[in-house]
């Protein structure tokens, strides 16, 4: 498959995603205006309160629109554009007074294709039983090692993981387990044949053990099981190397912008 195909999936799965888990909320606020969309919520990350390019044919007013949405609420946010794809907005934001995030400024859209059964296998772990969530107690659970794991505030797990997002046919949600205790979580989210991994976190105790990547297997697997023959996930610099052990390639690159008045503000 020609990468920029493999671009168009990872970031409809992307905004599938946001657009779903957000649900679980209490102030959440999805806009779709000009071809921008705009995902807000009251939750202190950024990932969920962000603007995205939705479609070919957006405009500069729909972009415009969510930031003056996201102005209005008044919280902390982010427009993130492809680079070499959403170029033609970064005038628009100048013109709105904003630039481009100093701090963590990109972040790589990933794709794996075919989704690789040797990689997958190759990942399993024997000390680590991996569920996937059927209930509160799993809810509870995978709430609270994505909260540890990733150094986030617990309403951010909270808003983003709830009983509701199970009765979709499209979410699974798993924990893994090291003699009984929650070590690792993780998050599919599966649109047509894509399978996007999300909120793989290990808690601090557990980690370099190859946990992460035995979740982020695992979700690969029910995907395929479930007909995908794409793997999709954003990564963080620092762990854009694991993801490649796992047969995932960069095939986009979404690049930060804030407010300049927020430059370097905590």
């Not at 970031?11 to 888990?21: A, C, D, F, K, P």
């Not at 996201?70 to 907005?89: P, S």
């Not at 309403?155 to 009983?163: D, I, R, S």
């Not at 949600?173 to 599966?190: K, N, T």
Request: with cysteine; aromatic share 6%; hydrophobic share 40%.
């Amino acid at each position: 498959m020609h990468p920029n195909g493999l671009a168009v999936r990872e970031h409809e799965n992307w905004i599938s995603y946001l657009t779903g888990v957000v649900t679980c909320s209490r102030r959440a606020e999805v806009t779709r205006v000009g071809g921008a969309v705009a995902i807000l919520t009251d939750l202190p990350f950024d990932w969920f309160n962000q603007i995205l390019i939705e479609d070919e044919g957006a405009t500069p007013a729909g972009v415009l629109a969510g930031v003056d949405k996201a102005r209005t609420l008044g919280d902390r946010f982010v427009v993130r554009l492809r680079e070499g794809i959403d170029d033609r907005f970064v005038v628009t934001l100048a013109s709105a007074g904003m630039v481009a995030r100093e701090s963590d400024p990109t972040t790589p859209g990933m794709a794996a294709f075919p989704i690789g059964r040797d990689a997958i296998l190759s990942s399993a772990s024997s000390v680590l039983q991996i569920r996937r969530v059927t209930d509160s107690a799993g809810i509870d659970a995978h709430r609270l090692v994505a909260t540890a794991g990733f150094g986030t505030r617990p309403e951010v797990a909270t808003g983003t993981a709830c009983l509701d997002l199970l009765d979709g046919p499209g979410c699974a949600i798993y924990v893994g387990y090291v003699d009984g205790e929650p070590v690792v979580s993780g998050l599919g989210w599966r649109v047509g044949r894509t399978i996007g991994v999300y909120s793989i976190a290990t808690v601090e105790s557990a980690r370099r053990r190859g946990f992460g990547p035995a979740m982020t297997a695992r979700i690969m697997a029910d995907g395929v099981a479930a007909g995908c023959d794409v793997a999709v996930l954003q990564a963080s610099e620092l762990g854009r190397p694991i993801y490649e052990r796992l047969g995932f390639r960069t095939v986009v690159t979404y690049r930060a912008y804030v407010d300049a008045g927020t430059v370097g503000r905590t």
